[in-house]
C-alpha cells in the first residue's frame, strides 16, 4: 500500500476547523441518509453525530497536553457512550464528511484513522491486537464503507473506496477500490462495476459461489467415475471401447475455489 490515510495526524486547533468538521458531518448524513428529512431532525435524532461533536471535542482535550486533560478527555467520551451507544477513544483521528449510520455498538480505538467521507453502520469495531504500545487500530482511507457487525482489526490500512462487507473479520492491508467479504476477510474483485455505497449488503457471497462450484465439480467427478467404470466393463467382457475414458483433469471453475481459499500461486492478493 502507498500513500497514506488523508487524516492529518495533528489535532483540530481552530474552532474554524471544528466547525467544518460539522458541517461537512451534517451534509454527509443529507446526502446518504433518505430518511433524513431536515437539519433539525439530524442535530436531535442522530447519534451517529452526536457521537462524532463529542468525540471532536474531546480528541482536542487528549491532544491539550495540559495536565488532567487526557483524563477529561476519557471521561467525555464515556458521556458519549452513555448517551450514544457508540465509543470512540478520544485518541482516534477522524476526518471530515464521516457517517456513522445508527451506530449502535461502534467501537472505534485509540489510534485508529478514518478518513474523510467514510461510512460506518451499526456494530463496526475498529479494534486493535495485541498488548503492544504503539499504531495498533487500522487506519481507513477515504470513502470506505464498513458494514454492519464487520469487525476491521490490527495495525491495517484499508485504501480508499474500499467496502467490508457486513458481517466481514479483515485482518489484513487492503489495496484501493476493492470489495472484502467473509472471515476472514477476503477481497473480491468487481473491476469496473459501480454500486451504490450505500448498499453494503449487495456483495457477492463467495461462501455460496464456492460451494455451488464444488457441487458442480463432485458431479462432475462422479459422472467421470461412472464413465470409467463403464469402461472397465466393456474391457473386462472383452468388448472395445467406443469412445475415451479419460475426463478433463481440473475443472476451470476450480480456480475461483482456489482463490477463495487463498491457494491460487497466481493471485496478486
Known sequence: MTGGPSVKPHRLRQDGSMLKAFRADLAIIKQRDPAARGTLE????????HALMLHRFSHWLWCGGL?????????????GRLLTGIEI?????????????????????????????????????????????????????????????????????????????????????????STVVGIPGRVIHQSGVRID???????????AGVIRNLMERIDTLETELARTQGCLRELAAGRPL????????????????????GDNPGSTR
Open 42 to 49: 439530524i442535530l436531535l435524532c442522530y447519534p451517529g453525530l
Open 197 to 207: 455505497p450505500l448498499a453494503h449488503s449487495a456483495l457477492p457471497d463467495a461462501e
Open 242 to 261: 467406443l469412445e475415451p475414458c479419460a475426463g478433463a483433469a481440473q475443472n476451470l471453475k476450480d480456480r475461483e475455489i482456489l482463490e477463495f481459499l
Open 89 to 177: 477513544h478520544p485518541g482516534a483521528r477522524i476526518g471530515h464528511g464521516v457517517f456513522i449510520d445508527h451506530g449502535m455498538g461502534v467501537v472505534i480505538g485509540e489510534t485508529a484513522v478514518i478518513g474523510n467521507r467514510c461510512l460506518l453502520y451499526q456494530g463496526v469495531t475498529l479494534g486493535g491486537t495485541g498488548k503492544a504500545h504503539g499504531k495498533r487500530h487500522p487506519s481507513l482511507e477515504e470513502n470506505v464503507v464498513v458494514g454492519a457487525g464487520a469487525k476491521v482489526l490490527g495495525a491495517i490500512t484499508v485504501g480508499a473506496n474500499t467496502r467490508i462487507g457486513a458481517g466481514s473479520v479483515l485482518l489484513r492491508d487492503v489495496a484501493a477500490d
Open 67 to 79: 495536565p488532567l486533560l487526557p483524563l477529561t478527555a476519557r471521561l467525555l467520551s464515556q458521556l
